[in-house]
């Protein structure tokens, strides 16, 4: 049950990614684009999926588990540290200079979008890239924690 679940989350979510135009490189960059030729709509997309976010917490949080899961795994540390100030930069820099973020360049990718056959393997990379760093990191010391204020 929990697969079909899982799987028709995800194409629920990759279904409205397309229709936001979150899968079209040009729509993201000139959202992004403020000083030149800015398109607004996106905004729209985000406050759409702020309000069904904010409404949908309201409603899970009265249930005393999920649905298809024995108790709410929610994450357990709450520090700002090195690794996820670089890894949102990483991700900011990657999102403006491609276009694409990972939902929907994944999304797009059996559209064959031409941006998405490099995307999606650099992104892969990336991800290998930071997995075999972090052990090194933790050994050098880098990525002390320091408390969120």
């Not at 490189?25 to 759409?48: E, H, I, Q, R, Y």
């Amino acid at each position: 049950m929990r697969p079909l679940l899982g799987f028709a989350a995800g194409l629920l979510f990759g279904v409205g990614l397309v229709v936001a135009g979150m899968t079209d490189p040009a729509k993201v960059l000139n959202f992004l684009d403020v000083a030149g030729t800015w398109d607004p709509s996106l905004a729209f997309v985000m406050g759409g999926a702020l309000v069904t976010t904010f409404l949908g917490y309201r409603l899970v949080w009265q249930r005393e588990a999920p649905f298809a899961m024995p108790s709410f795994q929610l994450p357990q540390q709450h520090n700002v540290d090195a690794p996820l100030l670089t890894g949102a930069a990483l991700f900011g820099i990657g999102w403006g200079i491609g276009g694409y973020c990972p939902g929907p360049a994944w999304t797009a990718l059996p559209l064959a979008a031409p941006g998405t056959l490099v995307f999606v393997p650099a992104l892969v990379l990336g991800l290998l890239a930071g997995s075999w760093a972090r052990p090194l990191a933790a050994r050098a010391g880098i990525g002390k924690t320091a408390r969120a204020s």
